[in-house]
């Protein structure tokens, strides 16, 4: 585990979608969701930890319905003005703090995360909330960062895991009673590293049916 402070994503969330990098990523997860899963209308979806909805709103004109949900009222809020200036009536918002003991309302045929379970402490405990949100053969998506050294964010403020092993986290899935548990790699991002140059970060994406 990492740092213990909560990161401002609040104060994050107005600039948040100018990142080129952040904006390339949700595309290449969206992709790799939509291939691996081939979302449909006859699903209802949640995004946990939507941030801004950048996966989010990529998914939407793919599925019956998409739930974002997040701890930052902050990047809610942006989500919510993407909704409205769209005129999107599929897209709902939750916030929902979860290391607070907070949970999302309502039953999804599909669960999707991106790049933030390394932002929560007990790893477990949240794939166990997702298994109760999912009907009976519903799908998991979870995009993440390959263990890295800690030199992804720079600041490590409200990081509290330096990337996965993609072992470990099938094992949780397996665990807390997902099957068909797979994995691939959704994208890599290259940054800057201070000191060290270009260095590449693979992001996976595991899939698992409960």
Known sequence: MESKKPKDFDKEAAEWDLNPGRVKLAHEVADAIIREIQPDASMDALDFGCGTGLVTLLLQPRVKSITGADSSKGMLAMLEKKITMQGLTNVRIQHVDFEQGGRVQG????????????????????????????????????????????????????????????????????????????????????????????????????????
């Open 107 to 210: 039953r999804f045929q599909l669960i999707i995360s991106s790049m933030m379970l390394h932002h929560v402490p007990d790893t477990a405990a949240l794939l166990s909330q997702w298994r109760e949100l999912l009907v009976k053969g519903g799908r998991l998506c979870i995009a993440d960062l390959d263990m890295e050294d800690g030199s992804f964010h720079g600041d490590n403020t409200g990081v509290f895991h330096r990337g996965f092993a993609r072992g470990q986290v099938m094992g949780l899935l397996r665990d807390a009673g997902f099957s068909e548990v797979r994995s691939s790699t959704a994208a890599t991002m290259v940054k800057e590293v201070e000191g060290r140059g270009k260095k590449e970060f693979p992001v996976f994406l595991i899939s698992a049916v409960l």
